[in-house]
């Protein structure tokens, strides 16, 4: 019972007790405590029972007599001292044991052969041998490898490792080939043993399989370089294609084109249609892209609404020429999306390696600028980078920086352009043209600043400016006229679709007392294409006040006619390009006259725009155009010089 409750470190038995003898004795204490070392003490001449005792599990024995000796405590001691070392080894070893059966490395060693003398179940799953098969096997027997890369048998690093005696990692790209032939990547290592003198006994290596880890790289690779949204390579990606496709240019003196896209109102679309419709049209957009280039070409998405498309292998401008085109028209196609079809168009910059650039930040910078000049043109056309929008990008921050000083200063002053009858020659109009009188720079024309200005947003403000200015200083001279002539004020897009245009234009007429019936806005086709209902709603609210809508720059968008029909439009302003080609292009004027015999169909007054010549003003009369404006009639002139232009007519 004492043996059982434990805490015993030895037993000493006299085999000679009162109420048990001989080996039964040590049996019982055996029984009750296994573990823990037993002596026996005998009479000098029962020595067989003595060694039966060990043989069952006893320690040893002591002779009677003996018993006193001095030496006994110490051999006590000596028996209790091994025993814990015992224990301890035996704990260390199972500790060792069930850690490497239970890790997920493999684990193997061999002996200073090389032959296989343990395998954990890591290692047998691995290669495929049984621990009992395997022992006593030559290393490269059980443990196949090969290169994965040059797919020839690798060296087995245990010779090398029991030869130089140190640790050594194993060759990357190794590869397991398993008994049943199943090849699993692996990373590996292997070190030697050394017995206890300091002498190579053999070499440990463990190994693990790597394919989930490479599995879980190639994924984050991906990752790393593709948009989660549309799959399609992100900028990094494409800062790699765009350093292969110049190191192959510059090896095989082959081009390629850079073209960079904005969509033209994507923010309102997601703004006032929610992320997910948003979402929907980035990936409609992607997808398109995909099916208009070549399966060499990258498309790839910046972020936002920007996409870059690398055309490679095109010397040639016409190449990146086709693919804008093929791509404008392709996104122009509505977007089916839900309950939406939505219409967009896009601005696109392009440039070219190598006359562009020849480096990837160069090339994207430039075709990035060239799309912001595409953005002025109007939207929903390409743009070829040109040296010079480089100066006017870095231009652009002081110009607007200047601009706002113009507005607080009132810098700005209009010259007006006379509209005349070309049957009769009388001055039915003129047309308002903006001129920024710069303290530093003199009287600056329009496609200087306003370009910078819409994309900064002041066109807002400088065409509420305009709009006043005109409406007054007509109004003035136009008391006591007897012929009262129409001024035209030309609107810019983002004007017309900026918060309060209605409103503060109708507020402007009221102010100042200007008839609304003599004020025509003019709009470009681009204009008017964003939203076309939202569109016609806002023109519908200026007509019923009684203002004049024309249509600018007729003839140089993208836009369908049809549309003509569902606008309130009055008058049809042919662009001044169609009139310059009367007399020079072969094929005379033919755009002109289909102008006009649409514009008498649908009832509305035709403007022939930038009439320089008498045979122009011939052509356009012999076709029936109503009315011509350009400076074979007059220069724009300041109000000053207009009245004079216009007082013999005004005198009866
Ligand atoms: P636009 O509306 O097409 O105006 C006609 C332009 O053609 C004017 O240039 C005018 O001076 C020019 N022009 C007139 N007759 C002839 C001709 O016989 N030959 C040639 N080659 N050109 C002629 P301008 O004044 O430099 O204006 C350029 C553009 O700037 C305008 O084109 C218009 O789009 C814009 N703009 C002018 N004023 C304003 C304004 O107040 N607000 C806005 N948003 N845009 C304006
Ligand atoms: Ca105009
Ligand atoms: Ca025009």
Redesign the pocket.
Same mark, same amino acid.
């Given at each position: 019972m004492r043996l059982r409750q434990g805490d015993i470190d030895i037993v000493l038995v006299d085999f000679y007790l009162p109420d048990s003898q001989g080996i039964a004795t040590f049996q019982a204490l055996f029984q009750a405590a296994p573990i823990t070392p037993i002596l026996t003490l005998i009479h000098q001449d029962e020595e067989p029972l003595a060694v039966e005792s060990v043989q069952q599990g006893a320690q040893g024995f002591l002779t009677k007599g003996y018993f006193h000796n001095s030496l006994v405590p110490q051999a006590l001691r000596n028996i209790i001292h091994r025993k814990k070392v015992e224990e301890a080894l035996f704990t260390q070893k199972e500790q060792a044991r069930i850690t490497l059966e239970s890790i997920g490395d493999g684990v193997l060693s061999t002996d200073m052969a090389g032959n296989v003398t343990y395998l954990n179940k890591e290692a047998e799953r691995l290669t495929g041998w049984a621990r009992d098969d395997a022992v006593g096997r030559p290393v490269a027997e059980i443990l196949h490898l090969m290169d994965s890369v040059s797919l020839q048998p690798a060296r087995n690093p245990v010779e090398l490792v029991i030869q130089q005696k140190q640790t050594m990692a194993l060759y990357a790209n190794s590869v397991l080939i398993r008994k049943d032939g199943y090849q699993t990547p692996i990373e590996d290592s292997a070190a030697p043993i050394f017995n206890q003198s300091g002498s190579v006994a053999g070499a440990v290596l463990t190994f693990r399989d790597t394919s989930e880890m490479r599995a879980m790289a190639e994924k984050m690779a991906y990752q790393a370089q593709h948009d989660y949204l549309t799959g399609l390579p992100n900028r990094m990606l494409l800062n790699d294609r765009l350093l292969q496709a110049i190191s192959y240019g510059a090896r095989h003196r082959t081009g390629f084109a850079v073209l960079y896209l904005d969509l033209d109102n994507f923010k309102h679309i997601n703004d006032s249609l929610g992320h997910t419709v948003g979402d929907m049209l980035l990936k409609s957009v992607a997808e398109r892209l995909l099916q208009q280039v070549r399966h060499s070409d990258t498309v790839s998405r910046q972020g936002g609404d920007e996409f870059v498309v690398l055309v490679l292998e095109d010397e040639r401008a016409e190449d990146a020429i086709a693919a804008a085109e093929k791509i404008l028209h392709a996104l122009a196609e509505p977007h089916h999306l839900g309950p939406h079809e939505l219409h967009i168009t896009t601005s696109i910059g392009i440039s070219l390696y190598p006359v562009d650039g020849s480096d990837a930040d160069s090339l994207m910078k430039n075709a990035d600028i060239a799309m912001y000049h595409s953005k002025e043109k109007g939207r929903g056309n390409y743009q070829f980078f040109k040296e010079e929008m480089n100066v006017s990008a870095i231009r652009r921050q002081s110009v607007e920086a200047d601009l706002r000083r113009a507005i607080d200063r009132e810098e700005f002053s209009?010259?007006y352009?006379p509209k005349v009858n070309l049957q009769s020659g009388s001055v039915t109009g003129v047309?308002?043209?903006?001129r920024w009188n710069h303290p530093t720079q003199g009287l600056l024309?329009?496609?200087q600043f306003?370009p910078i200005a819409e994309a900064s947003g002041l066109?807002v403000p400088?065409?509420r400016i %305009?709009l006043r200015k005109a409406c007054a200083e007509a109004k003035e001279w136009m008391d006591g006229a007897m012929n009262p002539i129409s001024v035209a004020?030309? %609107?810019?897009p983002i004007?017309f679709r900026s918060k309060d245009f209605v409103e503060d234009l109708l507020g402007i007429v009221a102010e100042t007392g200007m008839n609304p019936e003599l004020l025509e806005i003019?709009l470009?086709e681009t204009a008017l294409m964003g939203n076309v209902e939202a569109s016609r709603q806002i023109l519908e609210s200026i007509k019923t006040a009684g203002v004049h809508i024309a249509v600018?720059?007729f003839g140089t968008g993208y836009s369908s006619l049809s549309y003509l029909s569902f606008f309130p439009v009055d008058i049809l302003?042919i662009?001044?390009s169609f009139v310059?080609e009367i007399g020079i292009e072969t094929g005379d004027g033919i755009i002109v006259n289909a102008v006009i015999s649409m514009g008498m169909s649908l009832k509305q007054t035709v403007v022939a725009?930038?009439?320089?010549t008498a045979g122009q003003l011939a052509f356009l009369n012999a076709n029936k155009c109503e009315e011509g404006?350009?400076?074979?009639f007059s220069?724009?002139l300041p109000p000053g010089e207009l009245r004079k232009f216009l007082s013999p007519q005004s005198s009866p």
């Open positions: 209009l010259h352009q047309e308002a043209l903006i024309l329009p496609d306003i066109i400088i065409g %305009v004020v030309n %609107v810019s004007e003019e470009t600018d720059d302003k662009d001044k310059q725009e930038g009439i320089e404006q350009g400076n074979f220069f724009p």
